[in-house]
């Protein structure tokens, strides 16, 4: 089975700084893709960056970006320039190549951009 | 196009109730997926459906919980007997392929109250 750890459960940073959220997870799996998703109040989940364990390369997508370290099973989330709306809790969420068993979530981070 | 729509958006039942929650998917996505989400909580997988076949019912947390999809779309979560302890928001999400480079698109979750 596998698992997704955040460690941070709230974070709150200034408009405008840059920061990153933690994640860690733990397979025995060679192919699998990873996942963090945005869920503001309206709770809806929305993708915001994905990565595929074969790619050495960190996917990054404008502002978002992730540090993914597979050896040490690592897939951090940093946000340059942060904004207002980027407040939402955010989910790491791992899932095996073949996608049968769907995603496996972390609890979550709440990030909270003061203005 | 239009996204994965739940409904209702939300429910209050007594205990002791059957509820249905209902999930249509994004029109020609073949995979679908049933989420729970506790309070504080990350999401708890419930069941995957390829098609109209649930290879993996392995989520569902008990007998009282069960789910259908008819014509490879409309999906119905039922709990039979409610529960105070089944009250949560929950999600469905679908895609297009299993798991390789299709993500998961989610609703806006039924959050199910039971008093």
């Known amino acids: 089975a596998q698992t997704v750890t955040q460690s941070q459960p709230e974070m709150s940073v200034q408009e405008a700084e840059t920061v990153t959220l933690s994640c860690t997870y733990d397979t025995s799996e060679n192919n699998y893709y990873l996942f963090w998703y945005k869920q503001p109040p309206s709770r809806q989940m929305i993708l915001v960056i994905r990565q595929e364990a074969y790619k050495q390369q960190n996917a990054t997508e404008n502002r978002f970006s992730v540090n993914f370290q597979k050896a040490a099973k690592s897939f951090s989330l940093k946000i340059s320039d942060s904004q207002l709306g980027d407040t939402a809790m955010y989910f790491c969420a791992f899932m095996k190549g073949g996608g049968a068993d769907g995603l496996t979530f972390g609890k979550g981070t709440h990030l909270i951009i003061q203005p | 196009g239009a996204g994965v729509s739940q409904s209702p958006s939300n429910k209050v039942t007594e205990k002791g109730k059957d509820v249905e929650l209902r999930c249509d998917p994004i029109s020609g996505h073949t995979a679908l997926y049933w989420y729970r989400q506790s309070l504080g909580q990350g999401l708890e997988f419930l069941i995957y459906f390829q098609g109209n076949s649930a290879p993996d019912k392995s989520g569902l947390p008990s007998d009282r919980f069960s789910a259908e999809r008819t014509g490879g779309s409309v999906s119905t979560l039922t709990i039979q007997r409610t529960q105070q302890e089944d009250s949560a928001v929950y999600l469905c999400?679908?895609?297009?392929?299993?798991?390789?480079?299709?993500?998961?698109?989610f609703g806006n979750g039924t959050r199910l109250t039971v008093t």
């Open positions: 999400a679908s895609s297009g392929l299993q798991g390789r480079n299709s993500p998961l698109h």
